[in-house]
């Protein structure tokens, strides 16, 4: 069997609360051609963006299951609180409802905004004990009272993380809005070939130097992306930490959470020979398959000579990953970040 374990799912227009169109947060076009925000907007040019054509999709590519993530556009950084309120809960009640209707094809993510945090530790609660979600979407940066931008990791969100343990929920950290943080004209889709990299490495950074997977150990938390320039820096972090002790007072060494058991990340690195650092960094049993369909920048066919599956075929082709571990990366792995067992999942897509 193979799980995807990053994917996204747009609802269809009619399914977006009005409100959402007035207040101009987020709708898609009548003729599901664009989706906008506010001044931005994005072709919906794959095949696979709404529900019917990613389940065919998905049989076609012989996907068994995937896990469905919240909406990029849907992190409400700086929102007001109500509009982020409605917002949110219009995302987890669709994510939900994707679940609930077909629990044999798709396990659903939940997002908060730590911005507003009652109203994000409340959302808690309501996805876990009655939606059944177990997986919390978070950005890797938001902006905070402060109007600043900071790490997810950041002090401000433990009340998030500590709730998260409680519930012995799973965690998944993935970039957005680099272009409002960087001072930095959006040519040459550097936001998404480079800054989204980068801030996936910079809260992995934070996160580790506060130590946060052995402070909430019941979190198994995966970093979109496969960290990507988080792994790839990992030697200049350390000398920055052994260099300067004096930045690094009471917090954590890096090699101390370095390949983690409740630390993953996904295949998304587009080259075997990333992964195969990966793999060295982190151990082949913290990498889960992730394809971020159906976006372009996603392992999608049409584009070069990208599949779902490519990259990890040809690991496997060259001898980076053993037919077992090709195996695991596909449906072990993504069972162990999700929480579940072999029964619990075979019950799941039984029902």
Not at 66 to 82: R, T
Not at 209 to 223: A, G, S, V
Not at 280 to 288: A, E, L, M, S, Y
Not at 320 to 340: A, S, Y
Request: proline share 5%; hydrophobic share 35%.
């Amino acid at each position: 069997m193979r799980i995807n374990g990053h994917g996204h799912i747009l609802p269809e227009p009619f399914q977006i609360p009005s409100f959402m169109k007035k207040k101009r947060l987020f709708w898609i076009d009548e003729d599901k051609k664009n989706m906008r925000q506010g001044e931005w907007s994005r072709p919906i040019n794959g095949p696979n963006f709404f529900l019917k054509e990613k389940m065919e999709w998905m049989d076609h590519h012989k996907i068994d299951h995937a896990v469905m993530l919240c909406l990029s556009q849907m992190y409400c950084n700086g929102w007001k609180e109500q509009d982020c309120l409605d917002g949110i809960r219009f995302q987890n009640d669709f994510n939900a409802s994707i679940q609930g209707d077909y629990p044999k094809k798709f396990t659903c993510g939940f997002v908060v905004q730590p911005l507003h945090i009652n109203q994000a530790l409340s959302e808690m609660e309501r996805c876990v004990k009655k939606l059944k979600l177990k997986l919390l979407c978070l950005p890797t940066h938001f902006l905070n009272k402060k109007n600043e931008w900071i790490s997810i990791a950041d002090k401000e969100v433990d009340p998030v993380f500590e709730l998260a343990n409680d519930l012995g929920i799973s965690v998944q950290i993935h970039p957005y809005d680099g272009e409002k943080m960087i001072a930095l004209k959006n040519k040459y889709w550097r936001f998404h070939l480079i800054w989204m990299m980068a801030q996936c490495a910079d809260t992995l950074h934070v996160f580790t130097l506060r130590d946060l997977p052995n402070k909430y150990p019941k979190i198994r938390t995966c970093f979109a992306h496969g960290g990507m320039l988080g792994i790839a820096n990992y030697g200049r972090r350390i000398q920055g930490f052994d260099a300067r002790p004096d930045i690094f007072k009471n917090l954590h060494d890096p090699r101390k959470t370095l390949g983690h058991k409740n630390v993953y990340f996904d295949t998304l690195v587009h080259d075997s020979y990333t992964l195969e650092l990966l793999k060295k960094r982190v151990g082949v049993d913290k990498i889960i398959m992730g394809i971020d369909d159906p976006y372009p920048l996603g392992e999608i066919e049409g584009v070069g000579t990208s599949y779902p599956g490519r990259v990890l075929d040809y690991a496997h082709e060259v001898g980076i990953l053993t037919t077992q571990e090709h195996k695991d990366i596909w449906h072990k792995n993504v069972l162990n970040w999700l929480g579940l067992s072999k029964k619990e999942f075979a019950n799941k897509i039984h029902l």
